[in-house]
């Protein structure tokens, strides 16, 4: 099978609010496939119609070969869930925690396995309890594990995680991918999309607005490159690129020149140094994923913490 998931023209109303409109795609088996959008865009309605949680309006979805109309128990008994604002037993050990939940599916994993898998050996007598909250989140990411699923879903699993917490719940990611699952991530920040994801689908006010790998996106729709050339008269120096057909404009006492290709900025510099232009410093601006989301809604991803 060479798709984990298939989702065509899939919308979901909640009155006359569109909460997912008609959108399609497809995640491969064994990629870890991002879901990208603020809050509100849609990403939880959609997750949880092919987790089969909720129905949709209108729109065919396949898990795993399932249509989720009509194989309910078989997607949920092949899937793992992390869900939004996940918590579990306070009183319970790691393993504990693990052993409890396995026990509700037909199908164990190996809870040892999954507890190394998942970087807790030395975690696994403490109390849920008194874990961190990257921890409490790495043994949610266990959990959905616990009945070794071929297609792990993870709901915003880094909300509210402080930096280092965050690189802990990546790594357990990492580890997945590393297993053959195949994941897929809901997610309102750009990073953890550009470091995790081999695709990635952004999603605006209920539509996929675009997709693609990371490379793709940003060649696609994102800037060029920028180069920012600090100090000096910013006045002298924009005008002289200009008579030479680069675009440079004065920003903030600065100079910002738009980039296509490596060999620009020797060439440029080469052409400062011509004329006896002085400069202070330099520095190089790649295009990411807030470019690619401004240029295709007109507006910020703002990354909440």
Do not use: C
């Amino acid at each position: 099978m060479e798709y984990a998931i298939e989702v065509e023209g899939l919308t979901k109303l909640y009155g006359d609010l569109k909460a997912v409109n008609n959108i399609s795609f497809k995640v491969r088996e064994g990629e870890v496939f991002a879901f990208l959008g603020p809050n509100g865009a849609g990403k939880t309605t959609t997750v949880e119609i092919i987790e089969t949680i909720r129905n949709p309006t209108k729109g065919k979805v396949k898990v795993l070969g399932y249509d989720i109309s009509k194989s309910t128990r078989e997607i949920k008994e092949r899937i793992g869930v992390l869900p939004q604002e996940f918590i579990s037993f306070e009183r319970l050990t790691v393993k504990e925690t693990l052993t409890y939940f396995s026990n509700l599916y037909k199908k164990h994993a190996d809870i040892d396995e999954i507890i190394d898998t998942i970087d807790l050996r030395d975690k696994e007598n403490e109390l849920y309890m008194n874990l961190s909250g990257g921890l409490k989140q790495r043994v949610g990411v266990a959990i959905a594990l616990v009945n070794d699923p071929d297609v792990i879903f993870l709901d915003e699993p880094t909300t509210g995680l402080d930096p280092r917490a965050r690189r802990d719940v990546w790594d357990a990611v990492a580890g997945l991918k590393k297993q053959g699952k195949t994941v897929f991530l809901t997610t309102h920040y750009m990073e953890e999309a550009e470091y995790l994801a081999d695709s990635i689908a952004i999603i605006h006010k209920g539509r996929i607005v675009a997709e693609g790998t990371l490379d793709e996106l940003l060649r696609q729709y994102g800037h060029q490159s920028t180069l920012l050339i600090k100090g000096g008269k910013a006045g002298e120096i924009a005008g002289a690129l200009k008579k030479d057909g680069y675009s440079a404009e004065e920003t903030n006492g600065n100079v910002e020149v738009k980039i296509s290709k490596r060999d620009a900025v020797i060439d440029i510099l080469f052409h400062l140094k011509e004329k006896g232009i002085y400069y202070r410093e330099i520095d190089i601006r790649h295009s990411d994923l807030e470019d690619v989301f401004l240029n295709l809604t007109g507006e910020k991803l703002k990354e909440e913490t």
